[in-house]
Every structure is written in C-alpha cells, then in structure tokens.
C-alpha cells in the first residue's frame, strides 16, 4: 500500500529536466528560424556597380546624342517640344530632364540613392518605396512593350534606321539590361514594401501624369510619341494608358511575390 502511495506521489512531481521542456513547448517561436536579411556588405558594392553602369550607360548615351549628326532623322520630334524625354524608355532608363538635372534618369537616381543610403541609411524606406512602385514596374513596362512590339513590327517601336547610327549594344542596354538588373536587386536587396493602397496610388500616379504629359507634347506638336500609337485618338490613348497602369499594377504584385519567396 505504501509502495503504491509513493509510486503515485512520484507520478505528480516533476524534475528539472521536464520544467525546461514544458518550457520549449510554452515557446515553439524560440524554434523558428530567424527572417533573412540582407547581407549590407554586398547591397553596398551591388549598388555601388550598378551606379557605375548606369553612369557609364548614360555617359555613353549623352555622347552618342550629343555627335549625332542628324538627330531629327533617328528621333522624330528631337528639336520639337519635350525632345527626347517624351519617350517612355528615355524617361525611365535615359533622360529625366535633358540638359538640366545632375541625374538625368531614374535608374541613376534610384542607384545614386540606394546607394548613399548604405553608407548612412537615412531614407531606407522611400528607397524602397521608390524601387518597389516605380523603378521595378516600370522595368517590366519598358522591357516586356518595348520587345512585343518590336517583334510585331519593329517600325511601330524602334525604326530600323536607327541602326545605321545607334549600335546594337546600346539598344541592348536601352531595352534589355533594365530587367536582370531589377530582378538582381529583389534577389540581393530586402526591400520593404508599402502598404497595397499607396502602391496603388503611386503606380496610378506614375500612369496619369504620363498620360497628361503625352497628351501636352501631342497637342504641341500634332503627333503621338510612337508609331503605334498613329491611329489613336484621346480616347483610345486614355484607355491605353489605364490598361498599362493595371498592367504595371500586376508587375508590382509578381515582384512582391518573388520578394516574399526569396526573403520570406
């Protein structure tokens, strides 16, 4: 009877050892993995070569343009009103404001930014803002338009006779380079996303203020920035442009898919 009474009293009382695992069983968060981050040393030298690529890209650009001997018969409208930065491309990857900003496109702005923030990590969260809802849809807009329409009829996007004076290399960093950069910078780079209302605001923004400024360069010159765009009248280029916005929308939406895949 006594041996049972002891048997069932030792049942009740717990070690040491049974404390600590109740303890881990209290707390399965001290199993989890700690989120990944960004490895700074090579965010810093990942922007830090991008600034110089781009730097050297528009260098280059900017010589090209500047020698061309006649830069009317490449670029339709050059001399006329908005020049070159009427074009989607020159907005995004050449000439934000010709002649007239320190940074002349929003990729060397983006990199100048990224990376100075490495260095002192003032503004991590507008870098991010700025990356996010402008520099990567974008990307997407200008790689994926700009070879769609290429292949339906280079003439509509990239007249041939460009050919005879732009090199192949530079249409390549034009229309090409833009997208394995920004797909590097989700892969290398943490980025912290906005919420999904102001993403959505920003990228409507970004649509409606092109919009009005491809409308204001048409009514200054009686002709729409491309080719394609010949047999549009205002209606058919506002609604163009909605569908673009929404497009870049769905861009965004796949790069925060693959942001969340790669950093969780």
């Given at each position: ?182 797909l590097l910078e989700v892969a ?66 796949i790069g925060r898919f693959l ?6």
């Open positions: 009877m006594g041996g049972k009474l002891g048997k069932e009293k030792g049942k009740g009382k717990k070690g040491p050892g049974s404390k600590a695992q109740s303890k881990e069983e209290k707390s399965p968060q001290q199993n989890l993995k700690a989120p990944k981050a960004s490895n700074k040393s090579l965010v810093c030298a990942w922007h830090f070569l991008c600034l110089c690529i781009y730097a050297a890209i528009h260098w280059y650009d900017y010589k090209l343009v500047s020698e061309c001997p006649n830069l009317e018969r490449f670029f339709p409208g050059a001399y006329a009103f908005g020049g070159r930065w009427k074009y989607l491309t020159a907005i995004t990857m050449i000439d934000i404001i010709y002649d007239a900003c320190p940074y002349k496109n929003l990729m060397l702005v983006y990199y100048c930014l990224a990376f100075f923030n490495d260095l002192f990590t003032n503004f991590t969260s507008f870098v991010s803002w700025f990356f996010t809802t402008t520099i990567w849809p974008l990307a997407w807009v200008v790689t994926i338009f700009f070879w769609v329409l290429y292949a339906m009829d280079r003439q509509l996007i990239y007249p041939k006779v460009m050919d005879e004076y732009f090199p192949v290399a530079i249409n390549m960093c034009w229309h090409v380079v833009l997208f394995p950069v920004v290398i780079v943490q980025h912290r996303y906005p919420s999904h209302l102001v993403s959505a605001i920003t990228l409507f923004l970004i649509g409606g203020s092109y919009t009005i400024w491809t409308i204001v360069v048409y009514n200054n010159t009686g002709r729409w920035t491309y080719g394609f765009m010949r047999g549009f009248n205002y209606l058919g280029f506002c609604a163009f442009s909605l569908i673009s916005s929404f497009v870049s929308i769905l861009f965004y939406y942001s969340g895949l790669r950093w969780g």
